[in-house]
């Protein structure tokens, strides 16, 4: 069975890009996760329930084994329940685990994980019984730190395949519906879905810088923060455009994936044409050719998605969007050249863990493990990380005042830090 996740990454000096790919042979093994799924636990049709959208992923409350609330990214890119903290296993009693090893994108040996057969979980009034998961030994995605609050694991599969999911991306719901109800938006553009290896494929037509035309199959990827990611075309990489930004672009569940950013002119949706789309091309020996299971293109993230009203209906092989405010909405990438990370008991500390030579950070003088205490003289402890991602892809020649407190010094200094479109 073929998991891909991808999560942090594309932050700070990305957009958040991880997802990583996992290959979790030994899943066949689990065959009661085969007719898992949830279940209203009353006469409920539908139901509507709140998300928090934090660096675009989307973070919902879930319980398990009767225990919780834990914290989920929501991501249509896993195929199986993911526990990435595994402090859990004590704290909701799992049992009957069993190890494997996890190979993944990157560089780097693989990775033990358990898994486990069956635990209850629960999310509003719905239910999942014998729901079978993986649990890693290690929390490699250190999502955490990345999105400033406590996240536990990733959901995927089992929810989506349940219910027809309405998404409000400006409203941070879900409105879950029975599938036997067939709900259908009003003015909805039904686009086809392929469910291969309990994951969603899309096709859409993308034009490249050159002017080249490509029909891509994408995987629908919630749990990525980036427009679009671009793995192989037809079994060799995608051309790079000229105005690239080189860097690390993730961690893979095995190492770190490099490659470039760049745009690509066009991407069509269904009926609708997104314009001047920042794109993420992975190297192609770390990720392309290790794409082996899914023939696909590439990765559609969330940064497209969230332009959208979406719901997802697996069951009749559907996906429909309309329009929302955000649409129209320019793609920007992060303009300061550095990655950021949270840190402290509450995630009230900013940490900077790169800076890209060249980037105005680096022309500023900020260093990797600075730390960002203060930005326009409010403190970073009172600000979301979505709030300061925002304020570092807003403007291009916008300038902020930072207040800095290097790396083994008690003495904050003073710097304007000017925002530099990069591509």
């Not at 990438?333 to 940490?351: A, K, P, Q, V, Y």
Request: aromatic fraction near 10%; include cysteine.
């Amino acid at each position: 069975m073929h998991c891909s996740l991808y999560h942090r990454i594309f932050c700070s000096l990305k957009d958040p890009l991880i997802k990583f790919f996992i290959i979790l042979s030994c899943f066949i093994l689990l065959r009661r996760d085969a007719a898992a799924q949830f279940e209203f636990q009353n006469n409920r049709k539908r139901e509507t329930l709140g998300f928090k959208m934090i660096k675009n992923l989307m973070i919902i409350p879930l319980s398990i084994n009767g225990k919780g609330p834990f914290n989920f990214v929501l991501d249509t890119g896993v195929g199986l329940l993911l526990i990435s903290d595994p402090k859990l296993i004590d704290s909701v009693h799992i049992k009957n685990l069993r190890s494997i090893n996890i190979i993944g994108f990157g560089e780097g040996e693989a990775l033990s994980a358990y898994v486990t057969p069956s635990i209850e979980v629960e999310f509003g009034n719905t239910k999942a019984k014998n729901l079978s998961a993986a649990i890693l030994k290690r929390d490699i995605f250190e999502l955490s730190n990345y999105v400033g609050m406590p996240i536990h694991g990733l959901i995927g599969y089992e929810f989506f395949n349940s219910f027809i999911v309405r998404i409000n991306y400006v409203l941070k719901t879900l409105t879950i519906y029975k599938p036997e109800m067939t709900y259908i938006p009003r003015k909805g553009h039904r686009i086809p879905l392929s469910i291969e290896e309990r994951k969603p494929y899309v096709m859409a037509d993308i034009v490249l810088q050159s002017g080249k035309k490509v029909a891509a199959k994408f995987i629908i990827d919630t749990g990525a923060g980036h427009p679009v990611s671009l793995e192989t075309n037809g079994g060799v990489p995608f051309e790079i455009p000229d105005v690239n930004i080189e860097g690390n672009l993730g961690i893979g569940l095995t190492g770190p994936i490099s490659g470039y950013i760049g745009r690509i002119t066009s991407l069509k949706l269904g009926k609708y044409t997104l314009n001047n789309v920042i794109a993420a091309f992975p190297n192609y020996e770390e990720v392309g050719a290790r794409v082996l299971s899914v023939s696909r293109n590439g990765n559609l993230g969330i940064a497209v998605l969230k332009r959208f009203h979406v719901v997802f209906d697996y069951s009749r092989s559907a996906m429909y969007i309309k329009p929302a405010s955000l649409l129209k909405e320019p793609f920007e990438h992060d303009m300061t050249g550095m990655e950021l990370t949270s840190t402290g008991e509450n995630f009230n500390r900013l940490i900077v863990t790169r800076v890209e030579k060249g980037s105005s950070a680096d022309e500023s003088g900020i260093l990797k493990d600075d730390e960002i205490v203060s930005i326009n003289f409010k403190p970073v402890s009172e600000m979301s990380l979505s709030e300061i991602e925002e304020l570092f892809t807003s403007k291009n020649e916008r300038s902020f005042i930072l207040d800095i407190l290097p790396y083994g010094s008690s003495k904050k200094h003073r710097i304007i830090l000017t925002l530099k479109r990069r591509i």
